[in-house]
């Protein structure tokens, strides 16, 4: 019989944890570059979409609109639009688009709209008409006034015939007004008097002055209409 030797048992003992050792490491290593492919690939489509992203975002910036008739500038961010209608002298600053519930549920798409001219129209004075203060006017304070325009001025807000909704804001003048309370289908008669609104809208309504009502617990509570407000802060009044 042959005897296999001690010496013969260690060098085969040795030579299979050699090669198990070998098989370990390139399993080790082809996980290892696996991984660290897997993680360089996500972090480059992670970049590449930030870059896209980043395209996408328009940069937004404060520019001034001046007009002759009526006689004002303000400024305002330029994803805002616009539009004067030089021959109803009339100008309509609208928001990008925004969806928001009037007060009966409905869902529109549309924007919150700033209105401005001088002198009140037939059509105009029809929607002032039917306005209900729905809360006690504010005071606001301009941001830079003219030498020859007030510092502060009132603020209300109005419901279309009845004070549970909101329809628009309204720049009054010296007319402080408590919730019930009315400017009247006259207002706006003289024409000098700055016609300043503004509430939310939709492409569908056509007159100027034509709004939604909404819920008068959250018609604040948007940025269109915080950026409305700075935008009415903003205005100057008289000849540049």
């Given at each position: 019989?042959?005897?296999?030797s ?23 290593g ?8 897997q ?8 970049a590449?979409?930030?870059e ?5 975002v328009v940069?937004v910036?404060?520019e ?23 021959e109803?002298g009339?100008?309509l600053?609208?928001?990008?688009a925004l969806?928001?519930q009037?007060?009966?549920?409905a ?9 401005l001219r001088?002198?009140a129209r ?9 306005g209900?203060?729905?809360?006690a006017?504010?005071?606001?304070t ?7 325009q ?12 009845s004070?549970?909704?909101f329809a628009?804001?309204f ?8 919730p019930?309370q009315s400017?009247?289908?006259?207002y706006g ?5 700055y016609?300043i609104g503004?509430?939310?809208s ?5 007159d100027?002055?034509?709004?939604h ?9 948007t940025?269109e209409?915080?950026?409305a407000?700075?935008?009415i ?7 540049f």
């Amino acid at each position: 019989m042959y005897k296999v030797s001690n010496h013969s048992t260690r060098n085969k003992i040795l030579l299979t944890i050699l090669v198990l050792g070998v098989l370990a490491g390139l399993a080790y290593g082809s996980w290892y570059f696996y991984d660290r492919s897997q993680t360089r690939q996500a972090e480059e489509a992670a970049a590449q979409a930030a870059e896209e992203v980043a395209e996408d975002v328009v940069e937004v910036k404060q520019e001034t609109y001046s007009s002759r008739e009526p006689a004002l500038e303000f400024t305002y961010p330029n994803n805002w639009a616009v539009a004067e209608d030089e021959e109803a002298g009339t100008i309509l600053v609208r928001s990008p688009a925004l969806s928001f519930q009037t007060v009966d549920g409905a869902s529109v798409d549309g924007h919150f709209k700033i209105y401005l001219r001088q002198g009140a129209r037939e059509q105009d004075r029809a929607y002032i008409g039917r306005g209900i203060a729905a809360r006690a006017s504010e005071t606001l304070t301009y941001t830079e006034p003219t030498e020859n325009q007030r510092e502060e001025t009132s603020i209300s807000f109005f419901g279309l015939d009845s004070s549970d909704n909101f329809a628009y804001f309204f720049i009054a003048g010296n007319f402080v007004l408590e919730p019930g309370q009315s400017l009247g289908g006259e207002y706006g008669a003289d024409e000098d008097t700055y016609i300043i609104g503004g509430g939310y809208s939709s492409p569908d309504l056509a007159d100027d002055l034509a709004v939604h009502s909404v819920p008068l617990d959250s018609f604040d509570e948007t940025d269109e209409y915080a950026t409305a407000l700075d935008i009415i802060r903003s205005i100057r009044i008289g000849r540049f």
